[in-house]
């Protein structure tokens, strides 16, 4: 029953699809149907009406609106995002400048959240009702309730200012700024390859503030999952067998609880990053992390909505697209619906 | 099965909805008195509610009054929170800007409730192709980064409180559609239903007035669950300019003002956060207790 798999595969690259597919009218109706006035917001209120209608026409508007919608998909499908108004470039080579610092962050924030979720969550669902799991239970409560760009300048004014642990706000000291190769933007994999250690240090001490709260948010909802997999599983026969065996607790998660649970941690994990991306939007203002999120907010205040809905269609997508792997890696590593689809 | 029987013994006795909602409260209050924890986050949140309510009578000073040679004083018995650039009294802003998260609960509510209500109902009831759309519509809407989305809506309407809350019900209502689905489908078979089907009720009628209202506990039971998510999400619009505009005191937007002193004047952006972490942590609580309370299942393990 091969064709039950591929079928269910080209079912959800259908989602995708359809999902990707609004995600870009969304955009299109925001960005072109909902503002009163595009051309006037160009050529400003006093424009002669030639040169309004120029304007108007330049822009595509005076065509009709699914016409309008076609050469706006054709655009994006070019990688065509615009131009951005505030730093004059298309928006796609400025995407691609921001999209590493905002990469970077987050997937250290996930590491974090997975070295230290997973295991307070096990130990949370073995030691029921002890210290640890109201421990963990009070931080996936306030990790649910705390403001993250609130929780970046309490960061910031007690380790930063305070205690002088930690780099300020930005990637790297102004002082090292522009030293290593840009070659995967990612600074701290950038300086390694250029073997500067003193410049990964530094901008290492630059991110881990940023990336351990933004790690934390993820925390909480990780620390809650893994805690309640590990329960179901405690509960079952083969576990009651393995402790009947004389395994105690450590080799009865190392050796039977995790392998079972592995597959929905890594759905759990893949949904996390995707909210990560979008914690990083307000947690980059915080800390002048020229990331997406940072580029987004200032093509914000001066409305700028080429480079706003680039951003919203880059993330939005990524987002997705981790959804997706979620989806298709819990079909493919999970023995029991390979079993089912056998 | 077992669900269908429930509904048709409680509806044997055909109580209106508000007395079912308040017997439903009443036994909720039993067994809230046995959770310490939930009573102090009922208790935070009919505080803030009061606060609300009674801001100008406990203020200690105008929250707009300004008094630029008082500006960025540390919190002191006189001004409890400090004061901000503008000299004003951030605990009287505090007071002040719980009446504009309160509003934003409030009308995010009205709006994704009913939303959620009739699309969830109306998929579980008609079922097949209706319900297939409107599933998938829900179940897309739900892939979203909803404070992507509402930062793209808020920033093409420009910045208000109104947009603020459109743009956040418009990626709210989803996981109130699918519960509501998820009832409706329990209800939709119980006999009652048959009953009023039997003697030519149209199905508009058995979908508003029979089966709408067995949801709509549930459908208040998840709305609290999400209002923490609701303040979260408000207060980034507001941190990023997006809410209510200054002078009003938008807890997000106070702590953006607060921002550009946060090394010096570490109150200005801090104490407006203690509030937003106050109030989600409330919401956060109320909402796990209600649901505890709620769940028979949840509650035996």
């Known amino acids: 029953m091969k064709e039950l798999t591929a079928s269910e595969l080209a079912r959800r690259v259908l989602h995708l699809v359809v999902s990707l597919f609004i995600l870009l009218t969304v955009t299109f109706v925001i960005g072109r149907v909902l503002p009163a006035d595009p051309v006037g917001a160009i050529v400003g209120e006093l424009a002669d009406p030639a040169a309004y209608e120029a304007m108007r026409a330049r822009l595509g508007l005076d065509l009709p609106i699914y016409r309008q919608f076609v050469i706006y998909l054709q655009g994006l499908f070019r990688g065509d995002f615009g131009q951005a108004i505030l730093t004059g470039n298309s928006v796609a080579s400025d995407m691609l400048q921001a999209f590493p610092a905002t990469f970077e962050l987050a997937t250290l924030a996930i590491i974090i959240s997975a070295v230290v979720g997973v295991p307070l969550g096990l130990a949370a669902a073995l030691f ?44 790297i000291d102004v002082f090292y700024e522009g030293m290593v190769e840009p070659v995967t933007g990612m600074l701290l ?25 933004l790690a934390y948010m993820a925390m909480a909802y990780i620390t809650r999952m893994t805690r309640s997999f590990t329960l179901e599983q405690l509960s079952q026969d083969y576990v009651i067998a393995a402790r009947a065996k004389g395994a105690g607790p450590a080799r009865t998660v190392t050796h039977h609880v995790l392998p079972n649970i592995a597959v929905q941690l890594i759905t759990v994990l893949a949904i996390s990053y995707g909210n990560l991306l979008e914690g990083a939007v307000v947690t980059e203002i915080v800390f002048s992390w020229p990331g997406i999120g940072q580029y987004m907010t200032n093509a914000l205040m001066i409305g700028d909505m080429n480079a706003v809905l680039a951003a919203t269609i880059i993330v939005g997508f990524v987002f997705m697209l981790l959804n997706f792997i979620a989806d298709i890696a819990y079909a493919i590593l999970d023995p029991r619906t390979r079993e089912a689809a056998r | 099965m077992s669900d269908a029987i429930r509904t048709d013994s409680e509806m044997l006795q055909s109580p209106g909805l508000t007395e079912r909602m308040l017997s439903a409260l009443r036994r909720a209050a039993g067994k809230l008195a046995e959770e310490p924890l939930g009573l102090a986050g009922f208790a935070i949140i009919g505080l803030l509610l009061l606060v609300a309510a009674f801001a100008p009578l406990i203020a200690p000073y105008d929250p707009t009054a300004q008094s630029l040679s008082n500006a960025l004083q540390p919190p002191s018995l006189a001004h409890l929170a400090g004061t901000d650039e503008f000299g004003r009294d951030i605990f009287s802003r505090l007071l002040y800007g719980s009446r504009i998260t309160i509003q934003t609960i409030f009308f995010v509510s009205i709006i994704v409730g009913p939303i959620g209500l009739v699309i969830g109902v109306v998929s579980g009831f008609f079922g097949g192709r209706t319900d297939a759309i409107l599933m998938r519509a829900t179940d897309i809407v739900l892939s979203f980064p909803s404070l ?34 998820a009832e409706a489908l329990v ?69 953006s003002s607060g921002r550009k002193f ?32 709620m769940d028979p299942r949840h509650a035996r393990s």
């Open chain 1, 128 to 171: 029921r009702d002890s210290f640890v799991d109201k421990f963990a239970r009070v931080v996936a409560l306030v990790g649910h309730s705390i403001p993250v760009f609130w929780f970046g300048i309490v960061g910031l004014v007690i380790f930063y200012a305070a205690l002088d642990w930690v780099g300020g706000p930005g990637r």
């Open chain 1, 189 to 213: 994999v950038d300086s390694l390859l250029a073997g500067e250690t003193e410049i990964f240090w530094n901008a290492l001490s630059h991110i881990i503030l940023p990336a351990a709260i």
């Open chain 2, 148 to 181: 992507i989305l509402a930062l793209a809506f808020a920033a093409a309407l420009g910045a208000s409180l109104s947009t603020a809350i459109i743009a956040i019900s418009l990626t709210a209502w989803p996981p109130i559609a699918r519960l509501a689905r």
């Open chain 2, 187 to 255: 209800v939709r078979n119980a006999d009652y239903v048959a009953a009023a089907r039997l003697y030519g009720a149209s199905r508009l009628r058995i979908l508003f007035l029979y089966i709408a209202p067995m949801c709509i506990p549930s459908v208040i039971v998840r709305l609290t669950l999400n209002m923490a998510g609701i303040i979260l999400t408000a207060a980034s619009l507001g941190f990023l300019g997006l809410g209510a505009q200054p002078p009003a005191p938008e807890w997000g937007a106070m702590i």
């Open chain 2, 262 to 293: 946060m090394l010096d004047f570490w109150w200005v952006a801090v104490m407006p956060g203690i509030a937003i972490l106050l109030t989600s942590l409330a919401f956060n609580i109320v909402g796990d207790t209600l649901r505890d309370i």
